[in-house]
């Protein structure tokens, strides 16, 4: 006899939840097209004019502060308060280099001159900057400058067109 069999029911299948989208990935070899000396050297020169702007902001709030606190008794003749007022600001200034590199670099590889002349700092493995190779970039800029600005000018030369402090810390500047 034959038995009423019935046909298997299609077992349903769960959705597949969307895979988690890939980490960024890293930039073809064939779209990196490193930036020439001329155009890093006007990114660069855009970017210390801003970094001026902003220090003489900050020393002109920081003279009133002292100003205001010391009242009558401010006087720049004392020779005893000038050295660690001249001192305190020179640390204010290597701060706030220090600060503006390593924030825009670590952070979109751009900073506002970079974008400007569209421009972008990537690692030798063209992956974005980690926050701390920022900062030593940002401290190799002042070993790049001795010398008559040596370090800097290694980039007219160099086949991917990267300076000393780009040497130091693996990275390149290319076109955005």
């Known amino acids: ?21 890939p980490p960024e990935a890293p930039l073809q070899p064939a779209s990196v097209r490193p930036a020439g000396f001329l155009r890093r050297a006007v990114a660069f020169l855009i970017d210390f004019f801003i970094l001026e702007l902003l220090y003489l902001i900050l020393m002109l709030v920081g003279f009133l502060a ?17 050295v660690p007022l001249i001192a305190s600001f ?10 503006y590199f390593t924030f825009f670099h670590a952070y979109g590889g751009q900073t ?32 790049s400058s001795f010398f008559f600005g040596f370090g800097f000018l290694i980039a007219i030369f160099e086949k991917k067109k990267r300076t000393l402090h780009d040497l130091l810390t693996r ?6």
Do not use: H
């Open 1 to 21: 006899m034959m038995e009423n069999v019935d046909p298997p029911l299609a077992e349903e299948v769960p959705e597949a939840s969307p895979a988690p989208s």
């Open 66 to 82: 002292i100003r205001l606190a010391m009242g009558d008794r401010f006087s720049l003749s004392q020779t005893g308060s000038l």
């Open 90 to 99: 020179v640390a204010a200034w290597f701060c706030l280099f220090l600060g």
């Open 112 to 143: 506002p001159a970079k974008m400007l002349i569209r421009i972008k700092v990537i690692t030798s493995e063209a992956m974005p900057l980690s926050p701390f190779r920022s900062l030593l970039r940002s401290f190799g800029y002042f070993l």
């Open 171 to 176: 990275t390149e500047v290319i076109l955005a």
